[in-house]
């Protein structure tokens, strides 16, 4: 049964995983608020390597419908610049001189259920990805030998009862996302 246990608990740290990686994707999804984060996959060109853009400048959001991108080199300034307006946020930064200011404007109802169209789309990778790890469970525990048939269906059942606690909670995380979107 040690092994049972150990295949669960495998089972449950890369569902968790996968929740985490949902979070993450859906959270540079715009809500109509100026959130730092929605920069986050925002890479730039800066002498010639590619680097994510909080690590050549610092990200504030003074209000709820501003961005203030400061880099810590003003060499940056325009490549954080072409890399925001290459980007399909839709947003248009001002560049200031010595720091760049967004204005996240208000988001109309077509973006808005694009955006959610996006997060659900985010929500079946992860469904897969829970499913393809349930599969995967499932062929571990019917590996175990030295158990008996019944022990191989409740471990069955008891890797479903995860499964099923794995795709509500993406369930969760996909309805929270979508009302703060048409919020």
Known sequence: MADMKHIQGDAREKMNKAIEALESNLSVLRTGRANPGILKKIVVDYYGSTMPIDQVASITSPDARTLVI?????????????????????????????????????????????????AKAYAEEARVAVRNLR????????????????????????????????????????????QEILG
């Open 70 to 118: 400061t880099p810590w080199d003003r060499g940056a300034l325009n490549p954080i610049e072409k890399a925001i307006r290459d980007s399909d946020l839709g947003l248009n930064p001002n560049n200031k001189g010595d720091t760049i200011f967004i204005s996240v404007p208000m988001l109309t109802e077509e973006r808005r259920k694009e955006m959610v169209k996006n």
């Open 135 to 178: 599969k995967h469970a499932l062929d571990e525990v019917k590996k175990i030998k030295e158990i008996g048939e019944d022990d191989v269906k409740r471990g069955e059942a008891d890797v479903q009862k995860i499964t099923d606690e794995y795709i509500a909670k993406v369930d969760s995380v996909l309805h929270k996302k979508e």
